[in-house]
């Protein structure tokens, strides 16, 4: 099966970014003309077209020949972490602005990298049938997108296609975000267990972004909407033991500080923020990905895997005093 169902160009916005330099590099191997549209130009070389741009503001694009394929990766996504008003500027208004320049420019063939965090938090499991809950500005904004583009693929009497990825937590090389801190807490000895209860983690290895997308562009759905998660649910202290066991560390102790945490999230500055992102291990993301396991989608990535794969190319993105596997 093509993984890029015949497409021979595709422009991502966000492509400095960490998905989206990744899904730059894959393109670029499977032979696919690559455009990056985003504020600085990436960090890595490659046979790309860059174009400073800001989704932000009304799009001013004019290419000899445009893209056959859009994908939108830009976002303001970390939370806590930003002003209310920055994720509707970025993730909504951002969105607006590409479906505009989209339809001025024909172009029919668009892939939104939303999130599952449209559908709150909840212990049971979430299905791309539940019914979104969003609970943070990030959610919210990135959920009023989607319906912008589903507004946008749904007239009538056109050949648009449209596929919603919303990605759990992403990691690999380059992320820096939240599971790059379990790995250098763990390495530090800082990380604890904020209570003892498994609290599962919805989560996907970056590489597995790209393979997913493309088998659901062969799928050739007017509009596909994808969950993308380990195909098996993992819990925060599962990935701390295959973090272990790749980095030779020794595994964290409990501390059931939880609600202190919770009392302490509402302190204002770093503090705050310190235990904000505590509190939130305490909160279950269990997202199945049950619509790429009707489609018969063959994961590319185990947890093990992943894991193992990140630490050869990176080592988790630690710092060069870390303690390395022996």
């Known amino acids: 099966m093509s993984v ?19 899904l730059v590099n894959s393109y670029l191997k499977a032979g696919i003309r690559v455009t990056v549209v985003d504020l600085v130009k990436p960090s890595f070389s490659g ?6 741009g800001d989704v932000r503001n009304q799009l001013n694009l004019h290419f000899e020949e445009f893209p ?17 008003h920055e994720y509707y500027e970025t993730n909504l208004l951002g969105a607006l602005n590409i479906i505009q320049w989209c339809e001025a420019n024909a172009i029919s063939n668009i892939v939104f990298l939303s999130s599952i965090s449209i ?3 909840g212990e049971k499991v979430i299905t791309e049938k539940s019914k979104p809950n969003p609970v943070s500005d990030y959610g919210i904004s990135k959920l009023l997108a989607e319906k912008l583009f589903i507004n946008w693929a749904s007239v009538p009497n056109t050949e648009r296609r449209l596929i919603i990825c919303r990605p759990a937590v992403i990691f690999g090389p380059g992320e820096k975000g939240n599971m790059t801190r379990l790995a250098e807490g763990i390495r530090r000895r800082y990380f604890f267990f904020p209570s003892n209860k498994p609290i599962v983690k919805a989560s996907c290895y970056v590489e597995e972004v790209f393979s997913a997308i493309n088998y659901v562009i062969a799928l050739n759905e007017s509009i596909s909407i994808f969950n993308l998660t380990f195909p098996q649910p993992y819990t925060v202290q ?4 295959v973090i272990c066991a790749e980095g030779g560390y020794r595994f964290p102790f409990t501390i059931n500080v939880t609600f202190f945490a919770k009392t302490l999230s509402r302190a204002p500055g770093a503090l705050g923020t310190l235990f904000k992102r505590i509190s939130k291990l305490d909160f279950p993301t269990n997202v199945s990905s049950s619509y790429l396991k009707d489609n018969n989608y063959d994961w590319t990535f185990t ?10 190319i990176s080592k988790f993105d630690l710092s060069a005093s870390k303690k390395e596997k022996s």
């Open 4 to 22: 890029t169902r015949g497409y021979k160009s595709v422009l991502i916005f966000g492509g400095s970014g960490f998905v989206g330099s990744h």
């Open 47 to 52: 046979d790309y077209n860059f174009v400073s």
């Open 68 to 84: 056959e394929l859009v994908i939108n990766a830009a976002a303001v996504h970390r939370t806590p972490g930003h002003a209310a």
């Open 119 to 121: 559908y709150g938090l």
């Open 238 to 241: 599962e990935y701390a033991k």
């Open 303 to 312: 947890l093990e895997a992943a894991f193992k794969r990140w630490w050869e």
